[in-house]
């Protein structure tokens, strides 16, 4: 059994392994399983001393993916639903852009740099890590609010190209930069804030009646009838 499990490993080029009683396999090596039209995980890993790459192939599922991975864990570009089956440690960066997911649940618990779920079909952050320690990119889903977000992000949060109609989730605990651009129906919350604290500040100095107005605005450069009984709501945010 491990022979055939050695050739497969040379085959796709790993080679600093050691293989576990019960057949899983610690690598000493990034692992890149890239672009190969992939629909399953060919191994069970069990540790990564490096990354682990397997975006751009057909995946449905993570299974056979490491349980620890020191650096970065790519599984982007492919046809996944869930996250389920995602290593429980990552030592830098988490990238599931560009899938299919609906839900974060199965993300790993602290993320140690950036966490990356652009351009999938969520409706909810529920599942998100409960630490990111570098940024948390949500843009292109189909979020009407923020609940679920991480308690921290040490740097910012991208919530751009979302549905996104209140900041209900938000959390305080943001280092940098909150960008909210294109999601109209956030009115006033439509751009770049350098901090939290910037835009708490913002809204609570905006009078009903200049929100009014902006959403008189925005009403005519989007050319669309938006709900203007919303505006105390903003107004205590």
């Known amino acids: 059994k491990n022979a055939q499990i050695i050739k497969q490993l040379e085959y796709f080029k790993?080679?600093?392994?050691?293989?576990?009683?019960?057949?899983?396999?610690?690598?000493?090596?990034?692992?890149?399983?890239s672009n190969l039209e992939l629909t399953t995980i060919p191994f069970q890993f069990n540790n990564i001393i490096g990354s682990f790459n397997i975006s751009h192939n057909q995946l449905t599922s993570l299974k056979g993916s490491p349980f620890s991975v020191t650096e970065n864990f790519d599984c982007s570009h492919n046809l996944l639903i869930n996250l389920k089956y995602s290593p429980k440690d990552v030592g830098k960066k988490f990238d599931c852009s560009f899938n299919r997911l609906s839900t974060l649940e199965g993300s790993p618990s602290v993320i140690f740099e950036d966490f990356i779920c652009f351009n999938n079909q969520l409706i909810s952050l529920n599942g998100s890590p409960n630490l990111v320690n570098g940024s948390f990119h949500c843009e292109s889903n189909q979020l009407v609010n923020l609940v679920g977000l991480p308690l921290t992000i040490s740097q910012s949060l991208y919530a751009e190209n979302n549905l996104l109609k209140s900041l209900d989730g938000l959390s305080s605990s943001i280092g940098q930069n909150l960008?909210?651009?294109?999601?109209?129906?956030?009115?006033?919350?439509?751009?770049v804030f350098s901090s939290y604290k910037q835009l708490k500040k913002e809204s609570n100095n905006l009078s009903q009646i200049e929100i009014f107005n902006?959403?008189?605005?925005?009403?005519?450069?989007?050319?669309?009838?938006?709900?203007i009984s919303r505006k105390k709501k903003l107004n205590k945010i």
């Open 14 to 33: 790993i080679i600093k392994y050691s293989i576990l009683p019960d057949g899983s396999i610690d690598v000493f090596q990034n692992v890149d399983l």
């Open 179 to 191: 960008s909210f651009i294109n999601n109209p129906d956030l009115l006033i919350f439509n751009k």
């Open 214 to 227: 902006q959403h008189q605005q925005l009403k005519e450069e989007l050319s669309f009838p938006i709900n």
